[in-house]
């Protein structure tokens, strides 16, 4: 079992930045691709980033490319979203995932198996 809890979301102006922070519990964090993802109101909910159990693979939606980071510090158990350059589009509530996907599979909502609550990004214009 992994509990996720989100934190750092918030109200912004266009171009501006947010840190999202998903803390875990469980002593198997590690051994876990963690991803975000995404849904606005009315929308279905969407992948954003992933990184591997190690942080040596990481995967992005092209519309975050270049502007969001994902990383992770296995021995906080804890896993980050920077997100820079924000537009209103972003605006979403931002969930964290759990799972054990493979490669591309990280994309996939349904390869995941335990989900934080979300954290709201409002991005102004």
């Known amino acids: 079992q992994v509990q996720l809890v989100e934190s750092g979301g918030g109200l912004v102006q266009a171009g501006g930045s947010l840190r999202l922070s998903c803390a875990a519990s469980?002593?198997?964090?590690?051994?876990?691709?963690m991803g975000w993802f995404r849904q606005a109101p009315g929308k279905e909910r969407d992948f954003v980033a992933a990184?591997?159990?190690?942080?040596?693979?990481?995967y992005y939606a092209d519309s975050v490319k270049g502007r969001f980071t994902i990383s992770r510090e296995n021995a906080k158990n804890t896993v980050y979203l920077q997100m820079n350059s924000l537009k209103p589009e972003d605006t979403a509530v931002y969930y964290c995932?759990?799972?054990?996907?493979?490669?591309?599979?990280?994309?996939?909502?349904?390869?995941?198996?335990?989900w934080g609550q979300g954290t709201p990004v409002a991005v102004s214009s």
């Open positions: 995932a759990a799972g054990r996907p493979l490669g591309r599979n990280s994309y996939s909502a349904r390869r995941y198996d335990y």
């Open positions: 469980g002593r198997t964090f590690s051994s876990y691709t």
């Open positions: 990184i591997s159990w190690s942080g040596g693979d990481t």
